[in-house]
């Protein structure tokens, strides 16, 4: 697999969990496709033993010929690992609770008790050729000789990879660091890490980002988050952050799908898309102040850390707003195909400035502010309806190049995403600032 990370997308199994998801067969199907599109290499499905329409769900996903394979998310019982290889998934995420705390009351096991269920179960999948994961629920409330014991249990049963999981998303990137690399020292080299996190307290990104620079090869994700509570760390945010780390992390991953997919599952899901999401929030690639809108006319580096292009988006300079600034309306003037000269763009300025007062203006009033002091440009533009006019007061910018910043990993980038983090971000698609189509 060509990826740095492999994102193991859990929209289909901890998505499913969203308190009110409900997701039919057609938007499962719909949604195992768009994530192979975007270039996920595994997609985690709810366990194929739940019930009759699980199984059903599973072999339909299991017959669409995707490049992702499916991993089927099931408990440490026997019955249950043979009907999800029965299903025809190519690998089972097995797991089990390890904290004090579940162990009392969930299931009841002690440590000995999960290692010898767990093993017999990783023994089923392994004897079938199928990918076996052992996942460690609750790792970060475990004390760590019984996480440990169990782990090197897992890995002497021959697991591919075992799975840290932070499940009430109490952990914070330095322990997340600190655990990764004890496990990773208590077991053979060839095994993989992954990490699962829940964003209870608003560090499920920054944590799983924390367990692949610290040795993780595998991410959990959900598209837009969606899980149990609040969720786990979202597709769309994880891929932004590699990104901004460096282009390279995230390639085999096509950025410019996300902002689709995350609107087609919210739909689905009945939820709005919060307007703060990463890359897909209303307002993630819009400049207001006036100090902003100029400096990103002249270098959109100065207040952008993502590529709006690369994630298929816009950049929007939201011109008839009360902080505007003389930069963004002469952007604003030469979309128009108007100049406005020293004196008329100062006035201009405060024109909009006062209006917009009372809250933003919308395009028409805008721009019957802004034609009554111009004068015809000397070299009109061309302006369709909506391009330019119909987006408030944007300045639009060419998409970038196919494949823009996912070519191969620098030389040692492998290990340690954000080596020095106040380089600057290195994107690449825009070059000259200032244009408006
Ligand atoms: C669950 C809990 C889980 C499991 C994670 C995993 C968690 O819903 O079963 O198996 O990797 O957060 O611990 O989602
Ligand atoms: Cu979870």
Do not use: W
């Amino acid at each position: 697999m060509d990826q740095h990370v492999l994102i193991v997308e859990s929209t289909l199994r901890e998505g499913e969990q969203f308190a009110g998801a409900r997701f039919t067969p057609a938007d499962k199907q719909k949604i195992a496709l768009a994530l192979d599109r975007l270039g996920v290499p595994y997609i985690e499905i709810s366990s194929p033993a739940a019930s009759a329409r699980a199984f059903e769900d599973a072999t339909m996903l299991a017959g669409l010929g995707l490049r992702a394979r499916l991993l089927a998310h099931v408990r440490c019982v026997p019955a249950d690992v043979r009907r999800a290889l029965e299903a025809g998934v190519h690998g089972v995420n097995l797991y089990f609770g390890l904290s004090p705390l579940l162990r009392a009351h969930g299931h009841r096991r002690d440590v000995d008790g999960i290692i010898a269920a767990a093993t017999e179960c990783a023994g089923l999948v392994r004897a079938a050729g199928r990918e076996a994961r052992f996942g460690c629920e609750d790792a970060f409330r475990t004390p760590e000789a019984d996480l440990l014991r169990v782990c090197a249990a897992l890995d002497e049963a021959g697991v591919d990879r075992l799975s840290l999981a932070d499940t009430v998303g109490v952990a914070t990137p330095r322990r997340v660091d600190e655990l990764v690399r004890l496990v990773r020292r208590n077991i053979r080299p060839g095994t993989d890490i992954e990490f699962h996190g829940h964003d209870d307290s608003g560090c499920a990104v920054a944590n799983a980002h924390a367990a692949v620079e610290a040795g993780a090869r595998l991410v959990n994700t959900s598209v837009l988050g969606l899980g149990e509570r609040n969720g786990i760390t979202g597709l769309g945010a994880f891929l932004a952050r590699l990104y901004a780390c460096d282009p390279a992390l995230a390639r085999g991953y096509d950025l410019a799908r996300v902002r689709e997919l995350d609107n087609m599952v919210a739909a689905m899901a009945g939820v709005p898309v919060p307007f703060n999401a990463v890359v897909s929030g209303a307002n993630a690639f819009s400049h207001a102040a006036g100090a902003h809108t100029a400096a990103v006319l002249r270098d959109p580096h100065t207040y952008e850390a993502l590529d709006p292009a690369v994630f298929g988006a816009t950049r929007t300079l939201h011109v008839g707003h009360h902080l505007t600034g003389r930069h963004a309306v002469a952007g604003r003037a030469t979309a128009l195909g108007l100049d406005l000269d020293g004196a008329s763009l100062e006035t201009a300025t405060a024109a909009v400035k006062a209006a917009a007062g009372d809250g933003p203006l919308d395009d028409a009033a805008l721009d019957s502010i802004v034609r009554a002091y111009g004068a015809p440009h000397p070299q009109p533009l061309s302006l369709t309806a909506g391009e330019g006019l119909g987006v408030r007061g944007a300045a639009r910018r060419e998409p970038a190049p196919e494949g823009r910043g996912q070519g191969p990993a620098p030389e040692g980038a492998e290990q340690l995403p954000c080596p020095d983090p106040s380089r600057s971000v290195p994107f690449h698609a825009l070059s000259s600032a200032g244009s408006v189509s």
